[in-house]
RNA sequence: GGGCCUGUAGCUCAGCUGGUUAGAGCGCCACGCUUACACCGUGGACGUCGGGGGUUCGAGUCCCUCCGGGCCCA
């Protein structure tokens, strides 16, 4: 044995363990291990750009929790880490920090530096930040994210996180690159990826496309105009709209099949007001008869249900908005009125905004606005980090397929929603709603700076036009490449632009088109096959339950096309984490708490256990309380180590389970294999709270009777010569310890190593994850736990009264006489002379089968002191 | 409008396939510095299990309905 410190503390264990940890290899992968003896974890990998909060460390922790179980369960864990650094939050930050903007029409300057360092928090106005080229752009993005990564790896390492730090990759890393490259022209040469010419939703201000997935619905003001067509013989159809701006976008009116009121106009046309153009009046079932006049009117497109009664209805398509969010600057062809033309030349080139305004003037001077618009609050999609309303203008971009429009990949998804074990298991539901919910492929091209570019060329024919259809691909073996500098094979810089020449796609991936190939990227798909072999398909995905549409799906996607299979087995979903007035907790909402400072503030094993006592799926509350309960819990775990460790003296601490003899520390064994098989079985099935509480409220009762009880028995009297049943209680108290510590070591990292540093060799955390089977065979067939509580309970009766008496615990008993229920009698009996020691009972002690209506069972399991005499405390000695 | 989760002591939560007087911790009250621990110990008080119906010999646990939270999708 080592030495057990005199006075034991927490502080600073989580820097001396991650330095020992490292330096030992502790969380090290072994490579050579055989897929069947692998637990692979495909740990989320946080948006760097984005800020750390306590959401963070609770789902983490949970992973954590996992990892560690599994690894003493004799699993070679693969538990790497991963930084997201694609996309649009790092260009938001960047653009902040830094004071610039990309322009990818500026050249390159080597050894640029921006205006601005570290302007956190602020955000610089468009006007005046630094234009550079993309490279420049790119650059400054990876300079920034390289130093969120050194503050993240450092709060994980002060978590505790048993990650092999030799595994980190980076989304945007070069490998990462190569692999969503690859995986993108597989699906290209395989017809599952594809470019199409289509509606689809736009952020002017990010001037990007937008996938189903990142949309967000948000109460958005309005007014309802109500508008007079015109049929031939000059009867006004009214409709109402909230768009009048896109009036001459329109191509039809439509109204439900049933509705009474428009049968007659039905297969009829009728002109639209202003522009006097002629659109006929159609029926379709998504028009909502109770929905202001019933008919609505179509244009191209106003909301994805134009989009609909466009594609069902095959109708024309009239875009008259620009990308820019602004009308466009020509007249329509379609619009041939004298007045038509005069009206659309005063919205032209203005914002929607305006644009409206100019209509809804001209409608009220011509007559045909119906009163005065009324204020609504309507439903409308938003991009989810955007703050304008999306428009829906056409453009080509990429999908992928991922069943939206293909009934029978839809099914194989739906199958793997299946085979895939939901942790909890209703969180399966979100997937399938999903799944079945889906109306369109998953757009990926996006029009953004920092990210995978598409890595395509076209050619450019000989009038130089893109010749979009057959694009340009290419070798694997050349990936990662970007079309906008690098040049296909066959072709030179020169021809870059020119007819007879090549383009490149100037788009980039979504980041979920990356994020989706974390297993491969992790699993080292392409670099590392033989890696890729012992650890894919994974055993666990973690992830919050606000994903499970985008990156959880996306990803079943990818392998499901790529490999045939699921990439895991098993996906963990974490709650959230709400405040004390159960919101979720947000920065927007300023309640957020830095988790360094929470860690330094309790410490980690503290925050740790706050985060595993509460389960897979459920939102927890924020709770200081229940961390300090997790701190005093490591603390007690120090304590009550020391003090068991203490009674050995000198000598190695015993672990033979045949020394154990004495009854009662048979009951305690017997107690904690049942504990030990009941935690094992809630952490196999991902329950880790429910194995937290069994191990801390056999710990607490451990602590609270068995070691009070056998206390006099463990020390001995001071004897040179030890006793069996010292040696006994002794013994029992080693092998409890030995099986607690490991009982809590994925869940208190840090007190149980630090406790393990002081008498056992090597790690806890590599130590084999305790069985039942010794402690049982220790216990013999006879013991139960009941007799121990028994015990317990005997104890506490004798000290309420002194409790009642308001004397000190040290005050002896001179007389007790004990009524005890029948079902205890024999153990109570049986442990007499512990009680007798623990209790201080000097003189006689009676004990007695308890008659009917003689204590309460829910008082001291109905043990009653119904005689007792107290005596006079002894002198207290001097503290050595 | 559809879906999922949730409502148990002042607070945070356990209560498995329905079975005797509903549990834990925190907090609270009283007491105690007992040689592991005052970041402690001992004892105590505290609940018509959101409301209302129903099924059942028996419901916190199953069904219906209403109310309140949270999230997702329309």
Redesign the pocket.
Known sequence: MREVPDKV?LDGLEDRFDARWTAEGTYAFDRTAERADVYSIDTPPPTVSGSLHVGHVFSYTHTDVVARFQRMRGKRVFYPMGWDDNGLPTERRVQNYYGVRCDPSLPYVEGYEPPLQGAEGKSVKAADQQPISRKNFVELCERLTAEDEKQFEALWRHLGLSVDWTRTYQTIGQDAQAVAQTAFLRNLARGEAYTAEAPGLWDVTFQTAVA?AE???RDYPGHFHKVSFHAPDGTPVQIETTRPELLPACVALIAHPDDERYQHLFGTTVTSPLFGVEVPVLAHPAAEPDKGAGIAMCCTFGDLTDVQWWRELQLPTRSVLNRDGRLTRETPEWITSEAGVAMFAEMAGKTTFSARTAVVDALRASGDLDGEPVATQR?TNFFEKGDKPLEIVTSRQWYIRNGGRDAELNAQLLARGSELGFHPD?MR??YE?WVG?LNGDWLISRQRFFGVPIPVWYPVDAEGQPVWDSPIVPDEASLPIDPSSDVPAGYTAEQRGQAGGFVGDPDIMDTWATSSLTPQIAGGWLSDPDLFARVFPMNLRPQG??II?TWLFSTVVRSHLEHGSLPWSDAAISG?ILD?D???MSKSKGNVVTPMGLLEEHGSDAVRYWAASA?LG????F?V??MK?G??LA??IL??S??AL?FAGEGEIRLDPAAVTVPLDRAMLAGLADVVDAATEALAAYDHTRAL?LSE?FFWTF??DY??LVKDRAYGGGDAEVSAETLSARTALALALDTMLRLFAPVLPFATEEVWSWWRDGSVHTAPWPVAAPLRAAAGTEARLDELTAAGNAL?AL??I???A?????TPILLAEVAVPAASLAAVEQAIGDIRGAGRVTGELTIREASEGEGS????GGIVVVRSELGEPEA??P?A
């Open positions: 503390s189903q949309l967000e619905a439903k209703f539901v979100r709603n919910g339950q606000d549409r959230w004390p159960r919101k979720k389960r459920t939102d927890a509350a709770e309380g229940q309960i701190r005093r603390i007690k304590n009550a020391k003090f203490s509480e409220t602590c609270d070691l009070e506490a000290r309420k002194k409790s009642e308001k004397v000190s615990m040290r069972v829910d008082v001291q207290r000695k503290k």
